[in-house]
């Protein structure tokens, strides 16, 4: 077996991928046209999405339940839209990187 030996530059570049991945998935899919990460536009900040579920250990399957499908109620009367089109996978990267924005 052979190990693969990277240049510190590269590695940082690995290391900061998910974050930088997260935030363009979130503009790729138009997110960004309701949800800002610490400001309210038609939807709730990400920051308060984070605060919101900081505690629940179901978070992470209620919000990709909640983008897939869409939904109203919880932070008030405007509906989310669902977003069915969107990869399982992406789906699943935005709703960790907006819980990790605490």
Same mark, same amino acid.
């Given at each position: 077996?052979?190990?693969? +030996?990277?240049? %510190?530059?590269? %590695?940082g570049a690995f290391c900061a991928a998910?974050?930088?991945?997260?935030e363009e998935l979130a503009k790729k899919?138009?997110?960004?046209?309701?949800?800002? +990460?610490?400001?309210?536009? %038609?939807?709730?900040?990400?920051? $308060?999405?984070?605060?919101?579920?900081?505690?629940?250990?179901?978070?992470?399957?209620?919000?990709? $339940?909640? +983008?897939?499908?869409?939904?109203?109620? *919880?932070?008030?009367? %405007?509906?989310?839209?669902?977003?069915?089109? +969107?990869?399982?996978?992406d789906v699943s990267a935005l709703v960790?990187? *907006?819980?990790?924005?605490?």
């Amino acid at each position: 077996m052979k190990c693969l +030996v990277l240049p %510190i530059a590269l %590695i940082g570049a690995f290391c900061a991928a998910p974050a930088q991945a997260s935030e363009e998935l979130a503009k790729k899919y138009a997110c960004t046209a309701c949800h800002a +990460v610490d400001k309210k536009l %038609i939807g709730p900040p990400y920051k $308060d999405v984070a605060k919101k579920y900081a505690a629940d250990k179901d978070a992470q399957a209620k919000l990709e $339940d909640k +983008v897939k499908k869409g939904g109203t109620g *919880v932070w008030g009367q %405007i509906p989310m839209p669902p977003n069915s089109t +969107v990869p399982a996978a992406d789906v699943s990267a935005l709703v960790k990187w *907006v819980l990790s924005l605490k």
